[in-house]
């Protein structure tokens, strides 16, 4: 007999799964659940975090860095919908992530009662599967279907209710086996036809992104460039995707994409897009690629066939996994053209052009403020950031060097970049682990440093302060120049708001200030933030708050 509690239960099946960490906000919803984990806190470390927004984000960033689903645990009604940003996040990044509500018994379901909420309805168009376990025997089967669901096909995330009563009945059930990966290969036709546009095409390029990658797999496709001489660029916020040194790689294909690259992509007679939904941010508003019939040849590679045609009718669309996929093509021998080699080397041109030095407003160069932590911190530094134009400076000067060094949300979260660079350290303590934000990006989750201070959680988190919303002070100057309403904000001392959780504090107004901040974070041994004040209108690289407004004006 092997009867144990639905709390205990679940967690055996954590277990068989490999969980080795999950994140939470506590609730009296699943105390059985709790209990359980304490049983087992040697084999799953939790993380307790302050809102279930980071929780939720925490667990996200794991599902990124791993493939694997990030664990989540929130209690009924508040901390479900504090919750569901995170899972929104992780369902338009295509993010494996499990997240578990605590509910109300069943006897008390269907009367309103204390914080219930039909999660189902809820939840319904922002994850992949949401159920409800109302019975301790069926959890390792809705367990296990949870791992499969989030792991196949378009990843993405699960949710899973867990009445009170449930947690709490015994029940003698056998547990159930892990959950395997599927893979989707592709098939001998579609490689053929490939091969031949391929070698039909005197302009070809490559769109690499979306979720289901791993190290072989971003080893395949820089294989794949180099045989067959193509440029590649990285999807929005897919930037790690090829080691942006490599001279195959062309710049990132997202928001406020290099105009050239921009044309080089429209003017492209064959290009393929390995694994991205391509989606608005990557189309530049489906301006890159007209829909739903492309000016270009396109091959379409997606691991789920749900989302092949869903915009575009490309040429050719190729259901796989990103892996098998990824293998397939660096198996392939050249068949491109003689000549594929000059737009190589003129895609990496414009790409050192568009990187070079941008001098704005005030006394902070964020330019340089960029090359220094490029030229000081080691290659596989984790990179986090929210939304906001701040991120502007990471995304077009940063120089992302292997796989899984970019955290950020294609959703267009702010107040993520937070949370997830405490995931990521979390899970990977030994690896070096910088947040940006802005500062009303910062402020959304910056209660999580009391998280990292008590894990010992030594990020380092960049908070770009310029007293605005930017991004849409940007946009209103743009639509209603000189009418500025509901952007302003008043801020505090973020290096004083560090030191009062107990993590370091660094405040920077001018240039040569940085260098040594940031040496004394790195050496601080807790975790530690830095302010970088800069000069409100230096509001992209590009421009200022005041041309906007007069160029709006005319």
């Known amino acids: 007999m092997n009867t ?81 940003i995170g ?14 509500i605590g509910q109300v018994g069943n006897d008390f379901v269907e009367r309103e009662a204390f914080q219930e909420i039909d ?43 867990l009445p009170e009563d449930m947690l709490s009945a015994a029940a003698d059930v056998p547990d159930a086996r892990a959950w395997q990966r599927v893979e989707t290969s592709p098939g001998d036709a579609s490689m053929m036809r490939l091969s031949q546009m391929l070698a039909a095409a005197k302009r070809p390029f490559v769109i690499a992104g ?29 930037q790690d995707l090829l080691d942006n040194r490599h001279t195959h790689y062309a710049g990132d294909v997202g928001i406020g994409i290099n105009p050239k690259l921009a044309a080089r992509i429209k003017e492209s007679d064959l290009v393929i897009a390995l694994g991205p939904r391509l989606g608005e941010m990557t189309t530049s508003g489906y301006g890159l690629i007209n829909a739903p019939v492309p000016a270009q040849k396109l091959v379409h590679i997606h691991a789920g066939a749900e989302e092949l045609g869903r915009v575009y009718q490309a040429d050719l669309m190729i259901n ?37 030095r941008k001098t704005i407003p005030g006394d902070v160069q964020m330019w340089e403020v960029m090359q220094h932590l490029d030229k000081t911190l080691p290659a596989d530094a984790i990179f986090t950031n ?63 440093l009391a998280t990292a201070v008590q894990y010992q959680l ?10 605005m919303y930017g991004t849409i002070r940007m946009h209103q100057e743009r639509e209603f120049p000189g009418n500025v309403h509901g952007t302003a904000l008043v801020n505090p001392d973020f290096a004083a708001y560090a030191r009062a959780f107990g993590a370091h504090g660094e405040t920077v107004e001018k240039t040569e200030q940085f260098a040594g901040a940031l040496e ?7 975790p530690a933030l830095i302010e970088i004040r800069i000069d409100p209108e230096a509001i992209t690289p590009n421009t200022t708050l005041q041309a906007i407004r007069a160029a709006a004006k005319k």
Not at 34 to 51: F, G, Q, S, V, W
Not at 211 to 237: H, K, M, Y
Request: proline share 5%; with cysteine; glycine share 10%.
């Open 119 to 161: 999660y189902r309805r809820m939840f319904g168009q922002m994850a992949k599967w949401v159920a409800q376990i109302d019975r301790a025997d069926r959890v390792p089967e809705f367990i296990a279907h949870a791992y499969q669901v989030a792991t196949s096909g378009r990843m993405g995330p699960v949710v899973l209710a």
């Open 4 to 84: 144990r509690s639905g709390g205990q239960i679940l967690v055996d099946q954590l277990k068989i799964h490999g969980a080795d960490l999950a994140f939470c906000v506590p609730g009296e919803s699943y105390l059985p659940v709790l209990d359980a984990l304490y049983e087992n806190r040697e084999i799953i470390k939790l993380i307790t975090c302050r809102h279930e927004s980071g929780a939720a984000n925490m667990a996200e960033a794991y599902g990124k860095l791993t493939g694997k689903p990030g664990l989540c645990f929130v209690t009924r009604g508040p901390g479900a919908t504090n919750a569901s």
């Open 210 to 238: 979306g979720s289901g990658w791993n190290v072989e797999a971003c080893d395949n496709l820089r294989r794949f460039a180099e045989t067959q001489q193509v440029p590649i660029g990285c999807a929005f916020r897919f």
């Open 320 to 356: 796989a996994t990103m892996a098998a996929m990824a293998r397939a093509l660096a198996a392939l021998p050249r068949v491109t053209p003689a000549g594929t080699e000059t737009q190589v080397a003129a895609a990496r041109a414009d790409y050192e052009e568009w990187q070079g």
């Open 386 to 448: 929210g939304a906001g134009n701040y991120a502007t400076w990471l995304h077009r000067f940063h120089r992302y060097g292997s796989f899984r060094t970019q955290l950020a949300p294609t959703s267009g979260a702010m107040g993520y970049g937070v949370p997830a660079a405490i995931g990521a350290k979390a899970l990977l303590p030994d690896r070096t682990v910088v947040a940006f934000a802005g500062d009303g990006c910062f402020l959304m989750t910056g209660q999580e």
């Open 520 to 526: 004394r974070a790195r050496a601080s041994g807790k």
């Open 87 to 100: 899972v929104h996040t992780a369902f338009q990044d295509s993010t494996p992530m499990i997240l578990f």
């Open 458 to 467: 030594n990020v380092i988190f960049v908070v770009v302060n310029n007293n």
